[in-house]
């Protein structure tokens, strides 16, 4: 069965700092990754997919298939950015996204 | 409506009745997902419809969850004799489904306490 981990339960990181949220999966098959983002009092939202391979709010990630990672990258954290991120994946096709436990991310002023 | 639409939004039951959770998707989406997330957990599959066809059951934990989309639109998630390890929110996703991968858009979820 996939998996997605997440090993970082909380990130406090200061406004202008480059921030990494780290994602690493298990899936035996070519999976589709995806980043999705919960700001506070709102719902979950796609954030970005690797197929698109585009930038959303400055965050980036790419893909490393030999190591089976997803990390999500932007390289001057803004307050805004402050949210739950959860890392998730689907086998392809219209499929149930499996999602990792989320990782908490604060930036201070 | 603009999104994903879940109803009620908080609901309080008293362990073993049954409760009806209700999902309205966006508009023409064919796909529509159930997920249950548990205090500090990430959401976790549930079950899956195309149109009125439920094609993927396998993460309904008992068989106390049952769903459904008879119209292939509106979905009920409903569970039976409740038990207070179902606290939790219920999230509910629509994609436009087809060949291609589509992203599913989340509702707001439903709140569920078992007393």
């Known amino acids: 069965a996939q998996r997605v981990t997440q090993p970082e339960k909380l990130l406090s990181v200061f406004k202008g700092a480059p921030v990494e949220l780290k994602c690493n999966y298990s899936y035996s098959g070519s999976p589709e990754l995806f980043w999705y983002v919960q700001y506070s009092r709102q719902r979950l939202q796609l954030l970005l997919r690797h197929i698109s391979r585009e930038s959303i709010k400055g965050f980036t990630a790419d893909l490393n298939k030999g190591e089976t990672s997803f990390h999500l990258k932007k390289p001057f954290a803004q307050e805004e950015d402050s949210a739950m991120y959860y890392c998730?994946?689907?086998?392809?096709?219209?499929?149930?996204?499996?999602f990792g436990k989320g990782t908490h991310l604060i930036i201070q002023p | 409506g603009a999104g994903v639409s879940q109803s009620p939004r908080y609901k309080v039951a008293k362990r073993g009745q049954d409760v009806a959770l209700r999902c309205d998707p966006i508009s023409g989406h064919v796909s529509l997902f159930w997920y249950q997330q548990a205090l500090g957990q990430g959401p976790e599959f549930l079950t899956y419809f195309q149109n009125e066809a439920q094609l993927d059951k396998s993460g309904l934990p008992s068989d106390r969850f049952f769903a459904e989309r008879p119209e292939g639109s509106v979905s009920t998630l409903k569970i039976q004799r409740t038990q207070q390890e179902d606290s939790a929110v219920y999230l509910c996703a629509s994609s436009k489904g087809g060949s291609l991968n589509q992203p599913q858009h989340f509702g707001d979820g439903t709140r569920l306490s078992i007393l």
């Open positions: 998730a994946l689907t086998r392809g096709g219209a499929d149930g996204l499996t």
